[in-house]
């Protein structure tokens, strides 16, 4: 087993590794690492509190481990201290404090503090709508590889929210996203080939989407599946679902 000063030298992906066994065994060593001061050990924990996972979910636990994590300054932890309060998981919900969070996470560089103030910032919740500065956060996080923030990036240039309405920008960015992992890239990417004609090479993708989709997505994605005039997309909608 490995002793708690390694693990407080461990980076996240060290961390990561030398936890890989069984949840619910190696929580009590991830508690102890935690309490000592180890800021990954503390998010680990935060987010197997937060999911149940090895532990009894405790959301309101969870959230003092983000905050332990954040207050020691680590980005990752302002961000989830922001979704806590976002989504109301194991405190009230306050989308204007979360964004202040999120705020300070994107500061520091973090993918998914750019990625989620954006996204407060497109639909003005907790601040100001705010489309311009939405869509540089975006590109900001996109640049750093965050699939998700692809995709909307796609989203802006083909509805034309802010900039100028780029099919051919659009559809870059949503092949990144899906090459990314994002299963809304995914879904937009292969939509794009359907309209270009290209149904085989859309199925690839729409094949790839229920790897990371939620099960609210996989329902819309079906219906609109079963709406289209070719019977293969029909049929994938029908495909053991």
């Known amino acids: 087993m490995t002793d708690l000063e390694t693990l407080n030298r461990m980076n996240a992906d060290a961390l990561r590794t030398a936890l890989s066994g069984p949840p619910e065994e190696l929580a009590p060593l991830l508690r102890t690492a935690a309490e000592g001061g180890a800021v990954e050990a503390q998010l680990l924990l935060g987010q197997m509190l937060l999911d149940g996972r090895g532990v009894s979910h405790r959301p309101e636990e969870a959230l003092r481990w983000f905050g332990e994590a954040a207050k020691a300054g680590h980005p ?3 961000n989830m201290v922001g979704r806590c309060l976002e989504h109301g998981w194991g405190t009230s919900v306050d989308k204007a404090k979360a964004a202040q969070w999120y ?40 640049a750093k590889g965050h699939a998700k923030s692809m995709n909307m990036v796609g989203s802006f240039h083909e509805d034309g929210w802010v900039a100028p309405a780029d099919r051919t920008m659009a559809a870059r960015h949503y092949a990144r996203a899906a090459e990314g992992g994002d299963f809304r890239g995914r879904f937009n990417h292969a939509r794009m080939l359907i309209e270009d004609g290209r149904i085989e090479e859309a199925l690839v993708w729409l094949r790839r989407v229920p790897e990371t989709a939620t099960p609210r997505f996989m329902a819309q994605m079906d219906q609109w599946l079963s709406q289209q005039s070719d019977p293969r997309l029909r049929e994938l909608a029908l495909d053991g679902r």
């Open 76 to 78: 990752m932890g302002m």
């Open 103 to 142: 705020e300070a996470a994107a500061d520091r560089g973090l993918d998914w503090g750019l990625y989620n103030l954006a996204t407060l910032l497109s639909l003005g919740e907790g601040v100001a709508q705010d489309l311009p500065r939405a869509l540089g956060l975006f590109r900001d996080a996109a």
